[in-house]
């Protein structure tokens, strides 16, 4: 399971502890050996592992100079292999001998990409609430290169285990890296009942999509679909999942601020804003036009009539729950501030996280 916080103008989706009788080992090795794996070597070629059973000594710390002692999580991954190229779960990890050339490759403009990402001291913090120091954070994972490494996963140090900060399509969070890598083989294995059923309905014609949607009876395969769902495709599957009686609040709430910004677009002008900005749709696909009239309205109107149910899933819209209890006095003076703006052209019922 996981969660979804605030992360500046976006969110990060925050996982919860593994089950520590799969060891990383196993799971490597399923990750490797995967059906989505093949068909990836076959579209952009073969990954490539190793050498194996030779762990580096140390990771070097983003700073470009700190040495960080390998834990045993650490010391089983790199034992595996210490590097994995072109994988279609994991990325590149890089060698760790090789982490310099990487930082000071023209071609990545890697260094440009870290500036950013540690200069907003207090944003980016652990969970003993530290801000995310270089010089105790490691580079774990860079997207392919010739794509350049706009997905790029970070260690950071912390006992007794490193956390794993992943910017991705979707921001995310690990308590450390066996959590990491068994949530990247759920989105691949038939591990648990809702990832199957997911696979399933994503492996069935676009056509069929939003009446197999219409079968499912548990909001965290809603969830899951969401999560994979290419926008591209069109309305009709979100369509279903905000039709659909087991959509919960919490995902009501990500779909409205989060995965799209159409919702929030209608929201400001219910009359004609979503007409103007789909003018060519309406014109050329009106199907397709109806399809994203009907998801605007009834996201707006059941959030609005507070219709949609608590359910299993969880998420923070960033505002109100100022009482919570991990938030500094400057995070709950800025929640405040962020609350008080947002109700001047959003009602409660948008506003309220669902925790």
């Not at 399923?30 to 076959?42: D, I, N, T, V």
């Not at 580096?56 to 045993?72: I, M, Q």
């Not at 794509?147 to 910017?167: C, L």
Request: proline content about 6%.
């Amino acid at each position: 399971m996981s969660h979804t916080v605030p992360f500046g103008d976006g969110w990060i989706q925050v996982l919860e502890d593994a089950a520590e009788t799969v060891s990383i080992t196993d799971t490597l090795d399923a990750l490797r050996f995967s059906p989505e794996q093949a068909e990836w070597a076959a579209e952009f070629g073969p990954l490539l592992c190793g050498p194996a059973n030779q762990p580096p000594a140390y990771l070097t710390a983003l700073d470009g100079h700190t040495k960080l002692p390998l834990s045993p999580q650490l010391t089983e991954f790199y034992s595996y292999a210490r590097s994995w190229t072109n994988s279609e779960a994991l990325g590149n990890v890089i060698d760790p001998d090789d982490y310099l050339d990487h930082l000071t490759d023209p071609r990545l403009h890697l260094q440009d990409l870290l500036d950013n990402e540690f200069e907003r001291v207090g944003v980016l913090v652990d969970k003993q609430n530290r801000p995310l120091d270089p010089a105790r954070c490691a580079l774990f994972s860079l997207d392919a290169l010739a794509r350049a490494p706009y997905n790029r996963a970070y260690f950071v140090f912390a006992a007794p285990e490193p956390e794993i900060w992943a910017f991705e399509n979707e921001h995310v969070h690990a308590p450390d890296l066996r959590a990491y890598l068994q949530a990247r083989l759920s989105t691949q294995l038939h591990s648990v009942e809702t990832v199957a059923e997911k696979w399933r309905i994503l492996a069935m014609n676009q056509a069929n999509l939003p009446a197999e949607i219409a079968d499912l009876s548990d909001e965290t395969a809603l969830w899951e679909i969401i999560n994979e769902y290419n926008w591209d495709d069109g309305f009709a599957v979100p369509l279903a999942v905000v039709r659909h009686p087991k959509c919960d609040r919490a995902l009501a709430l990500r779909l409205f601020w989060d995965i799209d910004e159409t919702a929030q677009i209608h929201h400001s002008d219910e009359e004609s804003a979503i007409a103007e900005l789909y003018a060519s749709t309406a014109e050329n696909d009106p199907t397709e036009f109806d399809r994203i009239m009907d998801y605007c309205t009834t996201l707006v109107e059941e959030l609005r009539k507070q219709t949609y149910p608590r359910g299993s899933n969880r998420f923070d819209t960033g505002f109100f729950n100022l009482e919570d209890p991990s938030l500094t006095d400057r995070q709950r003076k800025i929640r405040a501030g962020k609350t008080k703006f947002a109700l001047k052209n959003f009602e409660e019922a948008f506003l309220q996280p669902e925790l």
